[in-house]
């Protein structure tokens, strides 16, 4: 019920609303997760370190932050608003918590829709994004083989514990960019949309029949 009201509160074209429906159906999960092969040996693995990582999510957050605000394009971003970076922050919390649950409920997929759509709407790149995130993974990684073996992990463990980070991460990166991506659609249309009203209107001006034409004719490419 929840995923259903915060694809509606998107206000997405029907279609574009059909393809965010289908990337967070239970089907297209348990597909994703079949490919990536996470099973229940990966929940298990990824259940050893999980108070490991909610007890240290404020330092490695703290690095994180303290990395983005050494560049220009990031730092821009962080600051053009005041708040943004403890509202951001909280997310972050959140998000990295539930991430090593391997649970994927609706408040997982809603909060994984909504990382996408705000990411999109406070304007931050593809690129950006993608390369934030890598950043953040490498942290986690020389985090958890800086503390596991102090913890009496051994080397086999330890890599079977990233190994299943990395899967649990390609499923959750994969969720969000396609969320991103299909909002960006989205507003690409409505754009084009809105250019196409425009257009007729003004060719109604001057000949009826060439705006229904103009109109007809972009319902048939959207069509195709």
Do not use: W
Not at 33 to 55: A, S
Not at 186 to 192: A, D, G, T, Y
Not at 203 to 218: C, K, L, V, W, Y
Request: charged share 30%.
């Amino acid at each position: 019920m929840q995923l259903v009201q915060t694809i509606e509160r998107a206000n997405l074209k029907p279609n574009i609303k059909e393809k965010i429906e289908n990337i967070f159906s239970s089907k297209s999960i348990d597909f994703n997760r079949l490919f990536l092969e996470l099973t229940e040996d990966d929940t298990e693995n990824l259940l050893k370190i999980n108070y490991l990582i909610i007890e240290n999510i404020d330092s490695l957050l703290d690095k994180f932050f303290s990395h983005l605000m050494q560049f220009k394009e990031t730092r821009d971003i962080l600051l053009e608003k005041p708040g943004r970076i403890d509202r951001l922050r909280n997310m972050q919390t959140r998000y990295f918590k539930e991430l090593f649950s391997l649970k994927c409920d609706e408040d997982y997929l809603v909060n994984r829709l909504n990382l996408g759509i705000t990411h999109l709407n406070i304007n931050i790149p593809t690129n950006l994004f993608m390369n934030s995130y890598s950043y953040f993974l490498s942290l986690l990684i020389d985090f958890i083989k800086e503390e596991l073996p102090k913890l009496n992990f051994s080397h086999l463990e330890i890599l079977n514990i990233i190994n299943s980070i990395q899967k649990v991460i390609n499923l959750d990166i994969t969720l969000v960019i396609r969320a991103y991506y299909t909002k960006e659609i989205n507003e690409k249309e409505k754009l084009s949309d809105d250019f196409i009203k425009r257009l007729s209107k003004i060719a109604e001006f001057r000949d009826e029949n060439t705006g229904e034409h103009i109109e007809r004719m972009s319902f048939y490419c959207m069509t195709i």
